[in-house]
């Protein structure tokens, strides 16, 4: 909430009206209608917002041209993590990389955790044995390294 009393509120709110309204954007937009990504030739939409000081779970910074109003998404969060203890031993973690799991655009996994993130979902991890056991698809048992 903000201090309507404070000088130059007004003003900025004004400001902040007009600016979006010279670019297009209705003012009940939803964030994601107006910021993306580009992934896997697909818009993605992306919440988010500058970081500190407005605490913003999710870190996102795009650039706001007044004429086009939000350009892509340049570069923010890139690995979100919550972690909580239930009534057993093991965490309850849920994990998210908000770039997917590749750099390359040929992968598969390039633009995988992109659309989870636009989503709001989330990858459940594994940390007690069990769990991790029972969730394994594929194993590779690592031998000393020859020598040269």
């Given at each position: 909430?903000?201090?309507?009393?404070?000088?130059?509120v007004m003003t900025a709110l004004g400001d902040a009206i007009g600016d979006l309204q010279a670019a297009g954007v209705a003012l009940d937009a939803?964030?994601?209608?107006?910021?993306?990504?580009?992934?896997?030739?697909?818009?993605i939409p992306v919440s988010g917002g500058p970081g500190d000081p407005n605490g913003e779970f999710n870190m996102i910074e795009s650039v706001f041209d007044r004429a086009h109003g939000f350009g892509p998404v340049l570069h923010g969060s890139s690995y979100v993590q919550v972690v909580t203890w239930h009534d057993g031993p093991c965490p309850d973690s849920r994990t998210i990389l908000t770039y997917s799991q590749s750099?390359?655009?040929?992968?598969?996994?390039?633009?995988?955790?992109q659309?989870?993130?636009?989503?709001k979902a989330w990858v459940?991890?594994?940390?007690?044995?069990?769990?991790?056991?029972?969730?394994?698809l594929d194993t590779t048992v690592l031998g000393p390294r020859p020598r040269s």
């Amino acid at each position: 909430m903000f201090d309507t009393t404070r000088p130059g509120v007004m003003t900025a709110l004004g400001d902040a009206i007009g600016d979006l309204q010279a670019a297009g954007v209705a003012l009940d937009a939803r964030v994601g209608d107006v910021q993306q990504t580009l992934a896997g030739g697909r818009r993605i939409p992306v919440s988010g917002g500058p970081g500190d000081p407005n605490g913003e779970f999710n870190m996102i910074e795009s650039v706001f041209d007044r004429a086009h109003g939000f350009g892509p998404v340049l570069h923010g969060s890139s690995y979100v993590q919550v972690v909580t203890w239930h009534d057993g031993p093991c965490p309850d973690s849920r994990t998210i990389l908000t770039y997917s799991q590749s750099a390359n655009p040929r992968s598969p996994y390039s633009s995988d955790q992109q659309p989870m993130f636009s989503r709001k979902a989330w990858v459940r991890e594994r940390f007690c044995r069990a769990d991790v056991l029972a969730h394994t698809l594929d194993t590779t048992v690592l031998g000393p390294r020859p020598r040269s």
